[in-house]
């Protein structure tokens, strides 16, 4: 199985800063990864997929980059609705597993 | 537009079995496999498996197999997830997630709402 892992836990941002968040593969997934976006009380929403596709209707501050074992969200400038708590998710291999998520909280 | 609207909350005894429904809208609901995902209160995502609605195969995660069976019934556009054997642990929401791209496993989108399960004696 590939263990995902994030950091930092958790990130505080103010509004209109650039936020940016890692993730890491225990093995190489190419570019087999995907972000989502929960916010408290909802399902989460797929963000971006293949390491830095936006998903449709995601706004163009959010990017991602990296292939391998290392990955990278970021968010360009933070707007209010972005507070949230993100996770990476690898899809090369089965199982498909998660990152245990980051936190992007009010500084 | 695309939907996935889950059945209600349920509170199961340890030991039981509970049946999540996964009702489908605003697509060929075929041509797209069903993921499941559970969440812990306050904790992280774990994929559980995988069922194509094309023909029925399953894909479940290892820790899951011989408690978890995955169906669907393409004649309403319903996906069923049934978890044996309950164990306080599996208190969790659980999600439904269609495949985002069609003939491409592994992206959940969209996700249904949720249904919580509680398991407590």
Same mark, same amino acid.
Request: proline share 5%.
């Given at each position: 199985?590939?263990?995902?892992?994030?950091?930092?836990?958790?990130?505080?941002?103010? #509004?209109?800063?650039?936020?940016?968040?890692?993730?890491?593969?225990?093995?190489?997934? $190419?570019?087999?990864?995907?972000?989502?976006?929960?916010?408290?009380?909802?399902? #989460?929403?797929?963000?971006?997929? &293949?390491?830095?596709?936006?998903?449709? *209707?995601?706004?163009?501050?959010? $990017? &991602?980059? &990296? $292939? *391998?074992?290392?990955?990278?969200?970021?968010?360009?400038?933070?707007?209010?609705?972005?507070?949230?708590?993100?996770?990476?998710?690898?899809? $090369?291999?089965? #199982?498909?597993?998660?990152? #245990? *998520?980051?936190?992007?909280?009010?500084? | /537009?695309? /939907?996935?609207?889950?059945?209600? @909350?349920?509170?199961?005894?340890?030991?039981? %079995? !509970?049946?999540? %429904?996964?009702?489908?809208?605003?697509?060929? +609901?075929?041509?797209?496999?069903? =993921?499941?995902?559970?969440?812990?209160?306050?904790?992280?995502?774990?994929?559980?498996?995988?069922?194509?609605?094309? =023909?029925?195969?399953? =894909?479940?995660?290892?820790? +899951?197999?011989?408690?978890?069976?995955?169906?669907?019934?393409?004649?309403?556009?319903?996906?069923?997830?049934?978890?044996? %054997?309950?164990?306080? @642990?599996?208190?969790? +929401?659980?999600?439904?997630?269609?495949?985002?791209?069609?003939?491409?496993?592994?992206? +959940?989108?969209?996700?249904?709402?949720?249904?919580? !399960?509680? !398991?407590?004696?």
């Amino acid at each position: 199985e590939v263990v995902m892992t994030q950091s930092p836990a958790p990130l505080s941002v103010s #509004p209109g800063e650039r936020a940016t968040l890692s993730c890491r593969a225990s093995q190489s997934i $190419s570019s087999n990864l995907a972000w989502y976006q929960q916010k408290p009380g909802q399902a #989460p929403r797929l963000l971006i997929y &293949g390491a830095s596709t936006r998903a449709t *209707g995601i706004p163009a501050r959010f $990017s &991602g980059s &990296g $292939s *391998g074992t290392e990955f990278t969200l970021t968010i360009s400038s933070l707007q209010s609705e972005d507070f949230a708590v993100y996770y990476c998710q690898q899809y $090369s291999t089965w #199982p498909f597993t998660f990152g #245990p *998520g980051t936190k992007v909280d009010l500084k | /537009q695309v /939907q996935l609207v889950q059945s209600g @909350d349920e509170v199961k005894q340890p030991g039981a %079995s !509970v049946k999540v %429904s996964c009702k489908a809208s605003g697509y060929t +609901f075929a041509s797209y496999g069903i =993921n499941w995902v559970r969440q812990a209160p306050g904790q992280g995502l774990e994929w559980m498996g995988r069922i194509s609605a094309y =023909n029925g195969d399953t =894909n479940y995660e290892r820790k +899951f197999q011989g408690r978890v069976t995955m169906t669907t019934d393409t004649s309403t556009s319903t996906a069923y997830m049934e978890l044996r %054997s309950l164990r306080s @642990d599996d208190t969790a +929401f659980y999600y439904c997630a269609r495949d985002a791209i069609l003939r491409y496993i592994g992206l +959940f989108d969209p996700w249904g709402q949720g249904t919580l !399960v509680t !398991v407590s004696s």
